[in-house]
């Protein structure tokens, strides 16, 4: 039988004098955490390891994508800066993960004189960046 975590637990398992039993925070990786891929590694090891991750994202994008053209309305800026990112995924050639953050950030290098949000939006609302 399962028992329930304790009052006061957190995610990466129970607080207290359970603490002294637990090895290490660095079993539990977290935002600051590098993850990189071993050169060691083959295509059909990468392909093993993360295709089912990424064949779930897809499926997330692509139903995204569905919702926002059923919807009503028209595009902005997010929705042409998104396609713009995902058209980047069918070229070839490496970095295509700097090439679509590229694609969604501010381009500018001069800082605005004063927020005119409380929040990001996640696109740049300007002309797309020139290549």
């Known amino acids: 039988m399962l028992s329930s975590p304790r009052a006061g637990s957190d995610c990466r398992g129970l607080k207290g004098a359970d603490d002294a039993n637990r090895t290490s925070d660095r079993n539990f990786p977290g935002p600051r955490d590098r993850i990189t891929m071993s050169p060691t ?6 392909l093993d390891l993360y295709f ?3 064949r779930c994202k897809l ?3 692509a139903a995204f994508l569905d919702r ?6 028209k595009d902005d800026f ?3 800066a998104f396609r713009r990112a995902t058209a980047i995924l069918s070229q070839p ?3 295509r993960a700097r090439s679509v953050l590229t ?9 605005i004189p004063a927020a005119t949000t409380k929040a990001a939006c996640g ?3 300007g002309p797309p960046p020139t290549a």
């Open 41 to 46: 590694m083959n295509r059909q090891q990468v």
């Open 52 to 54: 089912l991750d990424a």
């Open 59 to 61: 499926i997330e994008l």
């Open 68 to 73: 926002a053209e059923r919807a009503e309305g």
């Open 78 to 80: 997010r929705l042409e």
């Open 93 to 95: 050639g490496p970095e």
């Open 103 to 111: 694609a969604l950030s501010d381009p500018t290098t001069e800082p």
């Open 123 to 125: 696109a740049w609302p």
